[in-house]
Nanobody
Framework: VQLQAYGGGLVQAGDSLKLSCVAS????????LAWFRQAPGKERDFVAA????????SYAASVQGRFTISSDNAGKTVYLQMDSLKPEDTAVYYC?????????????????WGQGTQVTVSS
């Protein structure tokens, strides 16, 4: 599976941004697509995940109510709508693939990763 992420950029606090990630190759019939993020000097943290056997989604507490994960009908593209952005949301955002029907918050459960896209939120 190959993952390609798009949509990062520089925004101000309170703005919105939408990330996209396209999965190609052999994705299997049941899988999870997720977003993680990594700020400078910090570990890679879970943001949100969605199963293609949905609706099954999960969010990190820090983004619950502000971010929305969704996918297209084919389940090959996953989106992350980010609203009410805060400076602490600044990070490189990665999409990830898990060959399982259950979402997971653990990065070690994911088998493929995209290249990352930078999101910078200024105060």
């Amino acid at each position: 599976v190959q993952l390609q992420a798009y949509g990062g950029g520089l925004v101000q606090a309170g703005d919105s941004l939408k990330l996209s990630c396209v999965a190609s190759g052999r994705t299997l019939t049941t899988y999870v697509l997720a977003w993680f993020r990594q700020a400078p000097g910090k570990e890679r943290d879970f943001v949100a995940a969605i199963s293609n056997r949905g609706p099954s989604v999960s969010y990190a507490a820090s983004v619950q109510g502000r971010f929305t994960i969704s996918s297209d009908n084919a389940g090959k593209t996953v989106y992350l709508q980010m609203d009410s952005l805060k400076p602490e949301d600044t990070a490189v955002y990665y999409c990830a693939f898990r060959p399982h029907f259950l979402t997971s918050r653990w990065s070690t459960d994911y088998r493929a990763w995209g290249q990352g896209t930078q999101v910078t939120v200024s105060s």
